[in-house]
């Protein structure tokens, strides 16, 4: 297993199950990710001869950019937010539909 202390060594990607948290990948679901991607991302990977290898490193930023990728989009702003307002009152007003004095407080 690597330690924290050698980030970049590269390890057989069979290894490299150890870097996720449980429950831990099988080597075919690492194997899919280096050759196929996750999300949009694939998982940095070196092959020698018949054998993937990978390290810590690579891991840890794969892991990062599936993490990013699966999280949901902020939610805007207060100043967006009255923009977007502003814009719909204006675009209502274009049809007659929005009338100041009428609208709620």
């Known amino acids: 297993m690597i330690g924290p202390a050698d980030n970049t060594t590269q390890q057989p990607l069979k290894h490299a199950a150890e870097l996720f ?3 831990a990948p099988s ?4 194997r899919r990710w280096v050759r196929h991607g996750y999300r949009g ?5 070196v092959k ?11 891991v840890q930023e794969f ?3 599936c993490t990013a990728a699966a999280m949901p989009d902020r939610r ?30």
Request: net charge positive.
């Open 21 to 23: 948290p449980e429950p």
């Open 27 to 30: 080597y075919r679901t690492l």
């Open 41 to 45: 991302r694939r998982l940095q990977a």
């Open 48 to 58: 020698y001869g018949d054998r993937w290898f990978t390290c810590a490193a690579w």
């Open 63 to 65: 892991r990062d950019q």
């Open 76 to 105: 805007p702003g207060p100043a967006i937010q009255n923009e977007r307002v502003r814009a719909a009152r204006d675009i209502l007003k274009g049809f007659g539909l929005y009338d100041p004095q009428e609208a709620p407080t």
